[in-house]
């Protein structure tokens, strides 16, 4: 945001104050800021006034004018520029002049020389295109520069607004605020009274315009704007567009209230605020054609859609040259409702940007108050009707700010007398009690001031953190502890060639919803976007969002993986997910899971699973030590096609807490020739085969085992049987190993299975 520094002294005074010393307290205190100077490449212009005009002999598109820039000097001009009349002021560049690095001369217009130009906003470039010269209806002395008539060396400040800060994007704002940084006093608005009196028709039929009221105004006349008024929108990066636009720009760059002027002789019918209905389209002010869902809230009337509520307005009701009466809309709509309005039409004006962050109900009607006043004496006309909805009145949040609590957190005693006026400074109301200071929120910071935290950092922010009193820490300083577990499984799987995401803990419904999951219960107070408001319970519908996110770029095959917490009533737990698409088969990644695992040195097995979201038949839950520790499979095919995901998707979910790494052993290695014995086992179907392989592995002389086999037939086997073929490696560290010694150990490993599976020797 762009300001100048003389239109924020216009508010508080801030005379013998350097605007560098601004812009580095407002940076240190409040938001980052700096300053520019308004200026352009612009020498040998002067101001002058039309003494005669006739029309050129040999072309009628052409004016000649006798311009008196200097007392004893009077030159002439040739302009296209038909309007101009006689005894206006306007900026003429004389020959020599430098405008933009072009040299203006002398030029001959079919005979007729022209000693010099008189100079438009666009050769300025002030607006892209503009029609006509500047005129300038302020009285100078003959011959100022056009640089003071401009105020081009002007010192300007650039705001960076954080997005809890909305009450900044005004002169206002920035003016309250800089009362309170430097101690000085903030000058009162005039008032300008309007009460609620003839008859509009307006209704509010979506719960998320809080406020709407409107003014008529008839019999005004639209022209272009005074030079003083064109001038403020040029420094703040706005064109000109006419004199009923251009003030209710001004209103919102001044107070942060966006308004809006509607041509009330091209509205049929009443006004109603409402959601858009499927179907439903709008050509734009900005010249665009714009398809409407129900996520956009819209003015309209009972025929047509007037304009996107707090976005932008359409161009079949728009204020030009031939409108004579006009509705100024204000109103106040949900700053959640106008992001997702604003983000789906991918869309953002200056009115949206200020909605988004939240402007100030209760000053709405103030606002839009002195707007009105300047249309009447800018523009003429009268007041007709004015009508004001606004169903709850804002009740200001009150907070109360115990001493206590604040030596808690600054160290230091309150100095009351300091926090009142500096809180008051702020916009704030409050009084003081016995122990405490009690404070009303003002609707301007009511989006971003909650509690007695919030009140304490804006006391110690004004002060300065730097005024604190610096304290040695009570306890020496501990480096951060590594999870080991954590580096190993980023070890692990980065070498396999996944890529680590880092997803936000908080998540909207709609995936739960589409997998069935169970639907997460905590809620956020004050979520970044209304709809992302609860805390997750899997890391899944976020592997997901990621995946289709770098499928909408373009990029099909995908293997990622995120270590990060979920969350439940009564507890939060670390989960590992893994996400590949395109990379690996249903086999591979399955491995790779167990391989994982047996890295991490925990004995696991797998059982078959029911989850809802899953393939039915392509997923198994994952066990150690009867306690589940996770789960994986393909993602159901009817799931993939309401996601319109092109190839199968492999996730899974390991419970980190859950799993605890067994201490390696470690062994000499045998310098004697193992003995290698194959094993054909039958056991039931559903019996895991992992669970054979862990306690076969717990036997000291078997050194590796492999499965070659698993086949079923029952004609063989017997019904509900499978035969497993196992080899076994088996090796002694004393000496190379007997067939009797090796015979006896395949019998006690086969009385064990026998006793543990119930699996038989085939």
Same mark, same amino acid.
């Not at 714009?290 to 359409?314: P, Y």
């Given at each position: ?104 001369? #002398? ?83 005039? #008032? ?12 509010? #039929? ?47 760059? $001044? ?117 009105? $006043? ?366 009797? $010694? ?8 086969? #009385? ?11």
């Amino acid at each position: 945001m762009r300001v100048p520094l003389s239109w924020i002294n216009e508010f508080v005074d801030l005379e013998g104050i350097e605007a560098e010393d601004v812009a580095r307290v407002l940076t240190l205190r409040s938001v980052e800021a700096s300053v520019s100077l308004w200026d352009a490449d612009l020498e040998g212009v002067v101001f002058g006034k039309v003494v005669d005009l006739w029309v050129h002999s040999k072309d009628e598109g052409l004016k000649v004018c006798k311009v008196k820039v200097e007392e004893d000097r009077t030159v002439q001009i040739i302009t296209r520029d038909t309007s101009l009349k006689k005894g206006e002021g306007v900026l003429v560049a004389l020959p020599g002049a430098r405008i933009s690095g072009k040299v203006i001369k #002398e030029k001959e217009f079919s005979g007729v020389v022209s000693q010099g130009m008189m100079l438009s906003a666009s050769e300025l470039g002030l607006e892209d295109g503009s029609e006509g010269v500047i005129k300038v209806d302020e009285d100078y002395p003959l011959g100022t520069p056009g640089k003071k008539v401009l105020g081009f060396g002007e010192p300007m400040l650039e705001i960076e607004i954080t997005p809890n800060r909305g009450d900044l994007l005004s002169i206002l704002g920035i003016a309250r605020e800089l009362s309170a940084l430097f101690d000085r006093p903030i000058k009162q608005l005039e #008032e300008y009274k309007l009460e609620d009196f003839g008859a509009l028709d307006i209704r509010i #039929e979506d719960s998320d315009c809080k406020r709407y009221r409107g003014i008529l105004i008839k019999g005004l006349e639209v022209k272009d704007s005074p030079l003083w008024l064109r001038r403020r929108l040029w420094q703040c990066g706005i064109r000109s567009i006419n004199n009923v636009v251009d003030i209710t720009n001004y209103i919102m760059l $001044e107070r942060g209230q966006p308004l809006h002027a509607f041509d009330w002789d091209k509205i049929e019918g009443g006004i109603t605020v409402r959601s858009a209905k499927a179907g439903e389209s709008i050509n734009t002010l900005m010249g665009t054609y714009k398809q409407l869902t129900e996520k956009n809230l819209v003015i309209a009337d009972s025929r047509k859609i007037l304009a996107i509520a707090g976005v932008v307005g359409g161009a079949e009701s728009a204020v030009d040259k031939n409108t004579k009466n006009i509705l100024l809309e204000g109103a106040y709509f949900d700053p959640y409702r106008i992001r997702k309005s604003a983000r789906s039409l991918g869309i953002q004006t200056e009115s949206s940007y200020r909605f988004e962050r939240n402007v100030d109900v209760e000053s709405l009607k103030v606002h839009q108050n002195s707007a009105t $006043e300047l249309i009447l004496k800018l523009a003429g006309g009268r007041v007709d009707a004015v009508k004001d909805i606004y169903p709850e009145p804002y009740k200001p949040i009150k907070i109360f700010l115990s001493f206590g609590k604040y030596k808690r957190y600054a160290g230091e005693d309150l100095d009351e007398e300091y926090a009142l006026k500096v809180l008051q400074r702020l916009g704030f109301e409050c009084s003081k009690s016995t122990c405490r200071l009690e404070v009303l929120v003002p609707a301007f910071r009511s989006f971003d001031i909650k509690g007695e935290v919030d009140l304490i950092e804006e006391i110690l922010r004004v002060k300065g953190y730097d005024g604190l009193k610096p304290e040695p820490l009570p306890i020496p300083s501990k480096p951060k502890r590594v999870n080991k577990l954590e580096s190993v499984i980023r070890a692990f799987l980065s070498s396999r060639g996944f890529f680590e995401v880092l997803n936000f803990s908080y998540e909207s419904l709609d995936l739960y919803l589409v997998l069935g999951l169970e639907q997460p219960k905590l809620e956020i107070a004050n979520p970044l976007l209304k709809d992302e408001r609860f805390l997750r319970t899997s890391l899944i519908p976020s592997l997901i969002r990621s995946y289709l996110y770098n499928q909408k770029n373009f990029l099909q095959k995908v293997s990622i993986f995120e270590l990060g917490k979920v969350f439940f009533e009564d507890r939060e737990e670390r989960r590992l997910g893994l996400l590949s698409c395109d990379n690996h088969s249903l086999e591979d990644f399955r491995a790779l899971v167990s391989d994982l695992l047996t890295y991490m040195s925990v004995d696991h097995f797998s059982q078959k699973s029911n989850y809802p979201f899953l393939h039915p038949n392509l997923q198994v839950d994952l066990f150690a030590d009867e306690e589940k520790i996770g789960f994986l499979g393909v993602l159901h095919p009817l799931i993939q096609r309401q996601l319109d995901i092109k190839s199968s998707v492999l996730i899974a979910e390991l419970y980190i807490e859950k799993i605890e790494p067994k201490k390696h052993k470690y062994r000499s290695l045998s310098n004697y020739p193992p003995v290698i014995r194959d094993l054909s086992l039958v056991m039931d179907k559903d019996q895991p085969v992992d669970k054979l392989i862990i306690y076969i592995r717990r036997l000291e002389e078997v050194e590796d085992l492999s499965v070659f086999s698993v086949w079923t037939k029952e004609e063989v086997l017997g019904e509900g049987k499978k035969s497993v073929g196992i080899r076994l490696f088996l090796r002694s560290t004393k000496g190379s190993m007997s067939d009797e $010694e090796a015979n006896s150990i395949v019998f006690r490993l086969v #009385e064990g299975l026998k006793k543990e599976f119930n699996v038989n020797l085939r």
